[in-house]
């Protein structure tokens, strides 16, 4: 603060459509309220553009919900050309998120974390393109 300058503003509590929730030694993350603003924008429209800006809605949710990371990936892959059963696709994610929207990601401190990551790519394993799918997953391990 010497060299420039700065208010400190307390604890972050939303940023960029994320709440945050800090603790001792813990951090909260969700976006339910972007989750009821997105549910609320997009009733029934029928529209090609109204479907690419839902998917990148969608898109956007993932980062705290990565539970729904693989179906969004596979309903934007028809955001050039997308027909009612990809919008139907699009809406059935929203009524997951609508029963879901309260669910949060937790990053709490602990003593000796140790961080494992693991990737798996199928080589063109999608029977509707034959592209490439790919999942991954990380875990924090915790010793005490």
């Known amino acids: 603060m010497s060299k420039f300058e ?8 939303y940023f960029l459509g994320i709440q945050v929730v800090q ?12 989750i009821k603003n997105l549910l609320e924008r997009f009733h029934m429209a029928k529209y090609a553009s109204l479907f ?23 309903v934007s892959r028809y ?11 699009a809406k059935r994610i929203l009524r997951y998120l609508q029963g879901t929207k ?6 709490e401190k602990e003593h000796e974390c140790k961080l494992l990551g693991y990737s798996d790519s199928d ?8 592209k490439s799918t790919s999942g991954y997953i990380f875990s924090g391990l915790a010793r005490m």
């Open 6 to 13: 700065m208010t400190d503003l307390g604890m972050m509590r």
């Open 102 to 107: 309260k669910q949060w990601i937790l990053y």
């Open 52 to 74: 690419r800006s839902l998917v990148g809605s969608l898109i956007y949710v993932t980062h705290t919900r990565p539970d729904i990371a693989f179906t969004v990936s596979v």
């Open 79 to 89: 955001m050039t050309n997308p027909s009612k059963n990809h919008f139907t696709a």
């Open 23 to 34: 603790g001792k030694g813990r951090i909260f993350l969700s976006q339910e309220k972007y």
């Open 123 to 130: 080589w063109a394993g999608s029977v509707d393109d034959r």
